[in-house]
């Protein structure tokens, strides 16, 4: 994981969605971490169960919507980085095997639900 962070490992398009990924990952990880031990603590009756209840907003905005727009970000500089640099080639056939294989899974759950 620390090679994706260089941008002459792998490029910066890569790069930055390594760490759109990451920060996406770890925002979300610590965010349900903290409200299992926060429901955790609120069904055993501790006390401080309902102290970390109402500090619940305040790690939501840094935890879950901070991290989230970090990602976000990161993720649209994946982006940008690959159609800057040229590194988007043959777009249309990859275009069409994308929803080639989409078409095909969902008609496999349809036969998968019905049969």
């Known amino acids: 994981m620390k090679n994706a962070y260089s941008t002459a490992a792998f490029g910066e398009a890569t790069s930055a969605l390594a760490r759109g990924v990451f920060a996406g990952f770890l925002s ?26 109402f500090g619940g907003a305040v790690v939501n905005i840094f ?10 970000h990161e993720h649209i500089r994946a982006a940008s980085a690959m159609f800057q640099h040229g590194e988007v080639r043959n777009i249309q056939i990859r275009k069409r095997v994308y929803w080639a294989l989409s078409l095909l899974s969902f008609a496999s759950l349809l036969l998968w639900r019905y049969m």
Not at 28 to 52: A, E, K, S
Request: hydrophobic share 55%; no cysteine.
């Open 28 to 53: 979300n990880f610590l965010d349900n971490l903290y409200w299992g031990v926060t429901w955790f603590l609120v069904l055993t009756q501790q006390p401080f169960g309902t102290v970390m209840m």
């Open 63 to 72: 935890l879950r919507q901070i991290g989230g727009v970090y990602a976000a």
